[in-house]
């Protein structure tokens, strides 16, 4: 089940519906946020990738590894 299934099952779905805001409310409470985080093209995920160059180490450098002790 999506989100958007999900918001359109709950208790609240006959009053979005009959207000004809389902798919506003779904697309500012929901896709919304989550898209400028995800998009954010300085910090998000997909800030190193590129359609031409695919995916890239900058503008993030590896994360740090401490050395493994198995002892």
């Known amino acids: 089940m999506t ?9 609240a779905r006959e009053a979005a519906v009959s207000s004809g805001l389902g798919m506003t409310t779904w697309w500012l409470q929901h896709a919304d946020p989550h898209l400028r985080v995800l998009m954010d093209p300085r910090q998000g995920p997909f800030a190193a990738c590129s ?11 590896p994360l740090p590894v401490d050395p493994y002790d198995p002892s």
Not at 3 to 11: F, I, L, V
């Open 3 to 11: 989100s958007y299934e999900h918001r359109t099952d709950s208790p």
């Open 51 to 61: 359609p031409s160059k695919g995916h890239t180490q900058t503008p993030f450098e």
